[in-house]
């Protein structure tokens, strides 16, 4: 029965986004809700100006289809739900800026941000300890230690997926694979609602991708990209951070491997040139590959490449576990 459970919340998860996206397109270009070219910034790419309304119709096909298949209303659900909502319409409002060719405020989205990763903490979505791999014993971390190590996987992982979509089908199909491999250690664990909210994002990612791929017909923009990584970070504390030994601490790190290596980089070498850590530029590891000859869809399936070869790794980790 769970089987098909998994099966049902996939495809219509991917079928509200694969049919949302192209009216709400439409839309886009009614209300000049578009990605403009710029020639004056590195970082944009595209020819044409592109929608920038994926992330609603990702938002809705993620609900509606979790809830209609699991009915779990649950504090924690409630948590993750007025959660996406806070990052939608920061990210929305950001989008609105840049579509502008205007740069929203810092300060704002992180107070966003760490109020939606406090709301998932009070609901008892949190990183509470490890297994003593000595002893066997579960070290039960101090209540201020937890909230500080949840807030900032949250933040960090909404984060670095957010500033890994720069390029048309890498932020989707990092997160897809994300996904596949935290879905992977959900089923390992028999943790069900993990894995219900990882086939869940499976499918919106994937009805995403058909539109975002190279070339892209739509974007996700802040509010969808900050929404994925959201999500991800609630998986991994509800799934593989459960009962974590130390070595098992490392699994939902190396299924998200790509955006967080990658960014942190990045930052590290922002503040070491005493730049803000939240200024745009182009020195993610897909425009250092873009520069070094590769072509949009090379650079993409090199990093999935990657990421896929970093989410088999912590699937064997979780083996070695076991």
Known sequence: MTTILYICTFLLSFLIVYFLIPPLGRLAFRLDFVDKPRADVERKIHRSPIPLTASYAIFIGFFASYLLFTRNF?????ALFLGGILLLAIGTVDDWFKTKGKD???????????????????????????????SGDYVLLPVWLQFILTILW?????????????????AGGLSAISAVTLFIVALTKGQTTS????????????????YNKPPAKVFMGDAGATFLGFILAVIALDGAFKQATVLSLFIPVLALGVPIFDNLFVVIRRFLQGKSIYQADASQVHYRLLRAGLNNKQAVMVLYL???????????????EG
């Not at 649950?74 to 409630?78: D, F, W």
């Not at 949250?154 to 089908?169: A, C, E, K, R, Y």
């Not at 894995?195 to 499976?202: E, F, K, Q, R, V």
């Open 74 to 78: 649950s504090l924690e659900t409630g």
């Open 104 to 134: 929203f405020p810092a300060l704002p989205k992180l107070i966003v941000q760490v109020s939606a990763a406090v709301l998932v903490f009070a609901a008892g979505i949190r990183f509470n300890g490890f297994v003593n791999p000595f």
């Open 154 to 170: 949250i933040f960090g992982v909404t984060t670095v997926i957010n500033f890994s979509d720069g390029l048309d089908g890498l």
């Open 195 to 210: 894995a219900m909210l990882s086939m869940t994002l499976i499918g919106v990612t994937l009805a995403y991708l058909r």
């Open 306 to 320: 990657v990421s896929t070869c970093l989410g088999l790794s912590s699937i064997i980790l979780l083996l070695l």
